[in-house]
């Protein structure tokens, strides 16, 4: 149990065109969906917490236009990267959130490379 | 704010051998939960051991078990009889009781050698 899903695993892009990535939890309903950041060989950065139904909270240095975040559903969570450049090449993470024991269970992340 | 501070980039052993990985934390609150995460080449993050704030005895699963001094806000991985697959980043974390977000430590790449 405790499954969560993101697609696609990897995606490469023009500059200036936007990426979509989904996160869904697959056998379970996620009271919060995580989305982080990691650089190669850096620790995971937390970019925005949401909850279903309602607006994300973005981390400070964040930018709320350029990361568009989506919970529809309490399984379902989407980051749009808008108009990516290549500084925006990275490694992105979801994770989602159960209550209990504050757990957070992690997606298998999406490479996007943006040329 | 919370930190978790991990003083070891880098840590290599001999496989079936003994290994210990570092992990210290600053909180001002009293609930709160420790894990250690693994996130082997394949880069998904995976949960090694978790432990409650609140409890004195220390967690273990398997051949992964944690050293948890409160006092001293320290809490240590060790992993008995490595093997070859326990080659990873460790990442130590800590969220507060109620609130789900992680505070991650800047992680050690563990290597097990053959």
């Known amino acids: 149990g405790a499954v969560v899903s993101q697609h696609p695993s990897r995606v490469i892009c023009k500059s200036g065109t936007s990426v979509k990535i989904e996160c869904r939890s697959l056998d379970f309903q996620a009271t919060t969906m995580f989305w982080y950041r990691q650089f190669p060989k850096k620790s995971l950065m937390l970019m925005a917490t949401s909850n279903e139904g309602s607006k994300a909270t973005y981390e400070q240095g964040v930018e709320k236009d350029k990361f568009l975040i989506n919970h529809a559903s309490l399984t379902l969570s989407t980051l749009t990267v808008t108009s990516a450049h290549p500084e925006d090449s990275s490694f992105y993470i979801c994770?989602?959130?159960?209550?209990?024991?504050?757990?957070?269970?992690f997606g298998p992340g999406t490479r996007l490379t943006v040329l | 704010a919370q930190t978790v501070t991990q003083s070891q980039p880098e840590m290599s052993v001999q496989e079936a051998e003994t290994v210990t990985l570092s992990c210290t934390y600053d909180?001002?609150?009293?609930?709160?939960?420790l894990f250690w995460y693994k996130q082997p080449p394949s880069r998904q993050m995976i949960l090694v051991i978790r432990q409650e704030a609140y409890k004195q005895q220390n967690a273990t699963e398997n051949r992964f078990s944690v050293n948890f001094q409160k006092a001293a806000k320290s809490f240590s991985l060790k992993i008995s009889d490595s093997q070859l697959g326990d080659t990873a980043m460790y990442f130590c974390?800590?969220?507060?009781?109620?609130?789900?977000?992680?505070?991650f430590g800047t992680g050690t790449r563990l290597t097990i050698i053959p």
């Open positions: 974390a800590f969220t507060i009781f109620g609130n789900e977000k992680l505070t």
């Open positions: 994770s989602a959130g159960v209550n209990t024991y504050n757990e957070q269970f």
């Open positions: 909180t001002s609150e009293n609930n709160y939960y």
